[in-house]
């Protein structure tokens, strides 16, 4: 199973809540990763950095503002 990754666009927030299209978890994570982010649940990849913001796997749930 390949994994199809795309970018968030127009992120302004810190964090942004990412929904796992493989369990349905939703995880909060910070927007701007320096390393792979995997699933709490079921350990899936969810987010990969790229230079200026995250791809996904999954699907954006939301943002948060703190
Ligand atoms: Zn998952």
Do not use: R, W
């Not at 978890?25 to 990969?48: D, M, R």
């Not at 996904?56 to 939301?62: K, P, Q, W, Y």
């Amino acid at each position: 199973m390949a994994d199809e990754f795309h970018k968030l666009k127009n992120v302004d927030s810190s964090f942004v809540k990412i929904k796992c299209k493989n369990c349905g978890n939703e995880q909060i994570i910070y927007s701007k990763i320096s390393s792979t982010v995997v699933c709490n649940i079921c350990g899936s990849t969810l987010a990969k950095p790229t230079g200026s913001t995250l791809e996904t796997s999954g699907e954006l749930a939301g943002t948060v503002k703190l």
